[in-house]
């Protein structure tokens, strides 16, 4: 279950129509005989955009992590899995590793049985990155990754499954409060949520 992550459980689910971003500056120009000049910055980071269902009768984790944290401390979440096609990833190896070189696109995944799928939100031990697999992997081998590691892997454990946390920030637009719409029921409304790097 994908949502905000508080306490060893998800307290609040992402509820459809969800938006993932990649927020990543490029910078375009057109030259006087209009061919494209484009430079592209190694930094990245993932936005969500959702609205949150309650999982608790009262809301009040919610309430409090969204007054609490608000836009200076990060919140996690359960990074959402996006499998497309593929109604199930057959991939169920909890303690796959990966070694690669920092600045690496292309990463050596060992300990995997079954398929990762193209699109797999991943995160390895040594930081809080999240990345995603750009190919599809059965087994040990190679995969390409994007953004490009921030930091060299050396047998490290990496988390592919619905247990990929992700840190975030409550994007500056987001109310830090709930909307009550009958008395009872309390929304959030729509909350932005930025990957803290």
Same mark, same amino acid.
């Given at each position: 279950? #994908?949502?905000? #992550?508080?306490?060893?459980?998800?307290?609040?689910?992402?509820?459809?129509?969800?938006?993932?971003?990649?927020?990543?500056?490029?910078?375009?120009?057109?030259?006087?005989?209009? @061919?494209?000049?484009? @430079?592209?910055?190694?930094?990245?980071?993932?936005?969500?955009?959702?609205?949150?269902?309650?999982?608790?009768?009262?809301?009040?984790?919610?309430?409090?992590?969204?007054? *609490?944290?608000?836009?200076?401390?990060? *919140?996690?979440?359960?990074?959402?899995?996006?499998?497309?096609?593929?109604?199930?990833?057959?991939?169920?190896?909890?303690?796959?590793?990966?070694?690669?070189?920092?600045?690496?696109?292309?990463?050596?995944?060992?300990?995997?049985?079954?398929?990762?799928? @193209?699109?797999?939100?991943?995160?390895?031990?040594?930081?809080?990155?999240? #990345?995603?697999? *750009?190919?599809?992997?059965?087994?040990?081998?190679?995969?390409?990754?994007?953004?490009?590691?921030?930091?060299?892997?050396?047998?490290?454990?990496?988390?592919?499954?619905?247990?990929?946390?992700?840190?975030?920030? #409550?994007?500056?637009?987001?109310?830090?409060?709930?909307?009550?719409?009958?008395?009872?029921?309390?929304?959030?409304?729509?909350?932005?949520?930025?990957?803290?790097?």
């Amino acid at each position: 279950m #994908y949502g905000i #992550y508080d306490g060893g459980a998800v307290i609040a689910q992402f509820v459809a129509p969800m938006t993932v971003r990649s927020n990543q500056p490029v910078f375009v120009a057109d030259t006087l005989s209009l @061919k494209r000049s484009t @430079k592209k910055r190694g930094a990245q980071r993932w936005e969500i955009e959702t609205h949150l269902m309650p999982l608790v009768h009262t809301a009040n984790e919610l309430f409090v992590d969204l007054i *609490t944290k608000g836009h200076t401390a990060p *919140t996690q979440i359960i990074t959402p899995q996006n499998y497309g096609v593929i109604k199930r990833r057959t991939s169920n190896s909890p303690s796959v590793t990966a070694t690669g070189n920092k600045h690496a696109s292309i990463i050596t995944i060992a300990s995997n049985s079954g398929l990762i799928p @193209k699109g797999t939100f991943i995160r390895f031990s040594v930081n809080s990155k999240v #990345y995603i697999t *750009t190919e599809d992997i059965t087994g040990n081998g190679q995969v390409g990754i994007y953004p490009a590691l921030q930091a060299d892997l050396s047998a490290s454990s990496m988390t592919h499954q619905d247990d990929v946390i992700m840190n975030c920030y #409550y994007d500056l637009d987001v109310l830090s409060g709930m909307v009550y719409t009958d008395g009872i029921v309390m929304d959030s409304g729509a909350v932005k949520l930025v990957e803290a790097l």
